[in-house]
């Protein structure tokens, strides 16, 4: 049985290690947080004392932290895993980060002999639960090859965007994308419900209709609208105001070092930026609903 060492059991990596467990592999989790290592434990999972431990006899290792730094940290300098895995070894980091810092990262795992690739993921919470998440990897056909084997317990769709770094850029324009839908999304519903309308009846209509989207499909930012999405849960759990303001600010570094045009994904950075000013950073970012609420 392949021995997988998986870092950073949060709302995403929790039930990715579970699902990876369930499907045949001995997972090892690492996280800061105790009580995300005891239910990696009830999901028939181990726990270790430190990355490090982890990893010990791993031939797979899967990263899932908040952001570049944390990536950076763990893999590289004398302190990293890098210096301690041994070549072969493979390396999966499904973080959002920087392309920059995906493509330094695995330029320090190819010297090493490690096959490292950035394999961000697309679809939520939901989506990692139900084990049918987006991989968006990018790095050699080789490490693809091998990686699909890995990934398909968490996967409904496994794309090849490219040499390193191009799965971070294809998960940046796609983030880019959603945090411009859902910000569309609550102020369309917003101006309904001051206009006299059901916020369920508008979004059933909608829908139906030319504006439908993700967000209103199975992510309706109106409390109460839709079972089991942050919204109807206090926004609690799924994804963070503070995690999406980071992508939306990778999105801007990117379109500024490539001198790209971007005037919807920096007014929706804005209204994050402004959103988790107001102490919703912790918040699921549907909570930008209460942004257009009287
Ligand atoms: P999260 O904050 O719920 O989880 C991150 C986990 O990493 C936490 O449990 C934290 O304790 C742990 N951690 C931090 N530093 C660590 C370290 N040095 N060693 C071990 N563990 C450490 O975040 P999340 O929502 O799971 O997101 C993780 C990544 O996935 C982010 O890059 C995010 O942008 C991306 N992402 C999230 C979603 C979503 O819907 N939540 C969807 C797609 C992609």
């Not at 009580?35 to 990355?51: H, I, P």
């Not at 072969?88 to 980091?93: C, E």
């Not at 045009?261 to 919703?280: E, I, T, Y």
Request: net charge negative; aromatic share 6%; charged share 15%.
């Amino acid at each position: 049985m392949k021995r997988i060492a998986f870092i950073g059991l949060g709302n995403m990596g929790g039930p990715m290690a579970a699902n990876l467990a369930k499907g045949g592999f001995e997972v090892v989790g690492f996280d800061l947080s105790q009580a995300a290592m005891t239910a990696l434990e009830q999901a028939g999972g181990k726990s270790a004392s430190s990355a490090h431990a982890a990893t010990e006899g791993a031939e797979v290792v899967i990263s899932m932290l908040p952001a570049s730094q944390h990536v950076e940290s763990l893999y590289l300098g004398e302190e990293g895993l890098f210096a301690q895995l041994s070549a072969g070894t493979l390396v999966l980091d499904s973080s959002t980060i920087a392309a920059e810092t995906a493509r330094h990262v695995a330029d320090a795992a190819t010297a090493k002999g490690i096959l490292f690739m950035d394999t961000p993921v697309s679809g939520g919470v939901g989506a990692a639960k139900a084990g049918t998440l987006t991989f968006i990897c990018g790095g050699s056909e080789a490490a693809f090859a091998q990686a699909k084997l890995v990934l398909e317990p968490m996967a409904k769709n496994i794309f090849h965007a490219g040499d390193s770094g191009s799965g971070q850029i294809a998960k940046i324009c796609n983030n880019m994308l959603l945090a411009v839908l859902m910000a569309g999304t609550t102020e369309a519903l917003a101006l309904g419900v001051k206009n006299g309308l059901d916020p369920a009846t508008l979004s059933e209509i909608i829908k139906q209709s030319s504006g439908s989207n993700w967000t209103l499909n199975v992510y309706n930012p109106w409390p109460g609208v839709m079972e089991g999405v942050p919204a109807s849960n206090e926004y609690k759990g799924g994804f963070q105001v503070d995690l999406m303001a980071k992508d939306l600010g990778i999105a801007m570094d990117t379109a500024i070092s490539s001198r790209a045009s971007v005037p919807m994904g920096s007014l929706a950075r804005n209204l994050f930026a402004l959103h988790a000013q107001k102490g919703n950073g912790g918040l699921d970012f549907s909570s930008l609903q209460k942004l257009f609420a009287d």
